[in-house]
T-cell receptor, first 111, second 113 residues
Framework: GQNIDQPTEMTATEGAIVQINCTYQ??????LFWYQQHAGEAPTFLSY????GLEEKGRFSSFLSRSKGYSYLLLKELQMKDSASYLC????????????FGKGTKLSVKP | DAMVIQNPRYQVTQFGKPVTLSCSQT?????MYWYQQKSSQAPKLLFH???????NEADTPDNFQSRRPNTSFCFLDIRSPGLGDAAMYLC????????????FGAGSRLTVL
């Protein structure tokens, strides 16, 4: 079966750094995604890791360890607009495999 | 990037009254997905199409059906909505052909009275 775990909620301060962790157990792993979802809106793509290591994209970085079934999303220089849910998702089963999402981590950024 | 357009954005229906949600996408991508997302929960895959090949997830209730009359359009039919079917319904397609990254539509939020 497929299982993805991430914290339900986190709070951080504007300007700070926050790390959102994700652990997964899945068969036929093809890659791990992070999506951002503001309340009432559709998820939007943030990052994709298929190999071990760190992918950096501006203020956002994502790390993957396939042997540990572990990833994290790192957000730097937090802004109020970063308040959203962050969904960890894994894809499996072929080049256009299906996405299995975690329940998301609701991040609240305080002034 | 593909554009995914869903209609309606908000749908209110009565218990047991059929509902159809629509999705259209540009670029004629051959893969389309329907997800259901209940409040504070993960998006859950209902079904997906690869061209006309329809793939139903094992735990998708029979109450949910889908049609794809052509490459650009896809419909989600809920034959007899129950209170538990109130959710955001998200349509998605790969951002580019062959890509794993998905582009989602804005979603259709269904309320069942």
């Amino acid at each position: 079966g497929q299982n993805i775990d991430q914290p339900t909620e986190m709070t951080a301060t504007e300007g700070a750094i926050v790390q959102i962790n994700c652990t997964y157990q899945t068969s036929g792993f093809n890659g791990l995604f992070w999506y951002q979802q503001h309340a009432g809106e559709a998820p939007t793509f943030l990052s994709y890791n298929v190999l071990d290591g760190l992918e950096e994209k501006g203020r956002f970085s994502s790390f993957l360890s396939r042997s540990k079934g572990y990833s994290y999303l790192l957000l730097k220089e937090l802004q109020m607009k970063d308040s959203a849910s962050y969904l960890c998702a894994v894809t499996y089963g072929g080049s256009q495999g299906n996405l299995i999402f975690g329940k998301g981590t609701k991040l609240s950024v305080k002034p | 990037d593909a554009m995914v357009i869903q209609n309606p954005r908000y749908q209110v229906t009565q218990f047991g009254k059929p509902v159809t949600l629509s999705c259209s996408q540009t670029l004629n991508h051959n893969v389309m997905y329907w997800y259901q997302q209940k409040s504070s929960q993960a998006p859950k895959l209902l079904f997906h199409y690869y061209d006309k090949d329809f793939n139903n997830e094992a735990d998708t209730p029979d109450n949910f059906q889908s049609r794809r009359p052509n490459t650009s359009f896809c419909f989600l039919d809920i034959r007899s909505p129950g209170l538990g079917d109130a959710a955001m319904y998200l349509c998605a397609t790969p951002r580019e052909p062959g890509a794993n990254v998905l582009t989602f539509g804005a979603g259709s939020r269904l309320t069942v009275l």
